[in-house]
């Protein structure tokens, strides 16, 4: 018996393995309840008295070497596996969830794509900027109140700089450089001192459209107002203009269009109006036109300026504007269908 022992353990000392098979069949050669380790166990009862301790020591090594080897090649092959089959080293640790675009950069992208395809191109400018191109250039007054402190952020220290309120400051940063024809959108982060609340936040998103070239009139607005909205929220939406003011446009008008979620028929968005306002527009104030370097005698023009969030509220029916800028996994992903 003790021959059969050190015969088994030399074996087992020059083991070697190729496969995952070749493994398996040798634990179950050595190793398993019907393998020659359990075999020896089994014929050990039959062992003399004199011999058990000998023998049971030499078996116990066998048993302990069998098991160790076993292991040891199993750890070896697995390695040897892995850098076999190359692993991808440029993959990240943990699995990588997709995000989602965000809503108000869904409804940006679409709007920007409605005005492309009548020939607007995209502008910009910067969010902190000056009094002139915030203000003065669009033919504010001195002392109009959009201009205090209530509605503007002023840079500390710099009484000139402030944070844009408005979009409309591209118009003037555009014209400033350009020959008409000029026909550009600009979307952008607008800024305004208000108390945040589930309908105001300070800062919330515009696009501004500028149409600056000869010959332009009222009919042209009316005509790009009519289409952008059949785009953007159905055929069948109808628009309506409201007379308004503001100091960069004369005649200025307020858009409504047919509210979209009744269908006009009255609901507690619409306030039972039927009718949902989402624009201010109007033809470039002459004013404006020279401010910024353009023969207003040659040339006239058309603005319009929309609130992103209003019409991401009514595409989607957001209730709390709050929930645009907190980077709430849950409400990002109610969007991935819209992506
Ligand atoms: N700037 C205006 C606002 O912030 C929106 C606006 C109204 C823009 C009329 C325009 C316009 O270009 O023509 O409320």
């Known amino acids: 018996m003790l021959e059969k022992i050190e015969q088994l353990i030399a074996e087992i000392n020059g083991l070697k393995v190729e496969s995952a098979e070749q493994l398996e069949a040798l634990r179950l050669k050595y190793l398993s309840k019907k393998g020659a380790i359990n075999d020896l166990m089994a ?40 850098v076999d089959e190359k692993p991808d080293l440029t993959r990240t640790a943990y699995p990588v969830e997709l995000g989602t675009r965000h809503p108000l950069n869904i409804v940006k992208n679409e709007i920007i794509e409605i005005f492309s ?22 033919n504010f007054a001195e002392d109009h109140p959009a201009r205090d402190m209530q509605d503007t952020f002023f840079v500390e220290a710099h009484p000139d700089i402030i944070l844009r309120t408005h979009t409309s400051s591209v118009q003037s940063r555009v014209m400033e450089v350009s020959e008409p024809p000029i026909r550009i959108i600009c979307p952008g982060r607008v800024y305004r001192n208000e108390a945040i609340s589930y309908r105001a936040h300070c800062f919330f998103h515009q696009v501004e ?29 109808k628009i309506r203009l409201r007379p308004s003011y503001f100091p960069f446009t004369e005649p200025s008008a307020e858009m409504d269009i047919s509210c979209n979620i009744c269908g006009g028929k009255g609901c507690p968005f619409c306030k039972g109006t039927g009718w949902v306002e989402i624009l201010g527009c109007g033809m470039v104030h002459p004013n404006v036109l020279e401010l910024n370097g353009i ?5 006239t023009g058309f603005a319009l300026g929309m609130g992103i969030e209003r019409i991401t509220n009514l595409k989607y029916q957001v209730k709390d504007l709050r929930m645009f800028s907190e980077n709430d996994i849950r409400f990002l992903k109610e969007f991935e269908a819209a992506n």
Do not use: C
Not at 53 to 79: M, P, T, V, Y
């Open 43 to 82: 014929d050990f009862r039959n062992v003399p008295n004199d011999q058990k301790r000998e023998i049971g020591q030499k078996l116990n090594e066998l048993k302990n070497l069998a098991q160790d080897k076993i292991n040891s090649l199993k750890e070896a092959f697995e390695a040897k596996k892995a």
């Open 117 to 138: 395809r009548l020939g607007f191109v995209l502008a910009d400018g910067p969010e902190v900027e000056d009094d002139w191109h915030v203000f003065s250039a669009m």
């Open 209 to 237: 459209a500028l149409y600056v070239d000869k010959n332009v009139s009222f009919t042209d607005l009316k005509q790009v107002l009519l289409y952008f909205a059949q785009q953007m929220f159905g055929p069948d939406t």
């Open 295 to 299: 023969n207003s005698k040659e040339y």
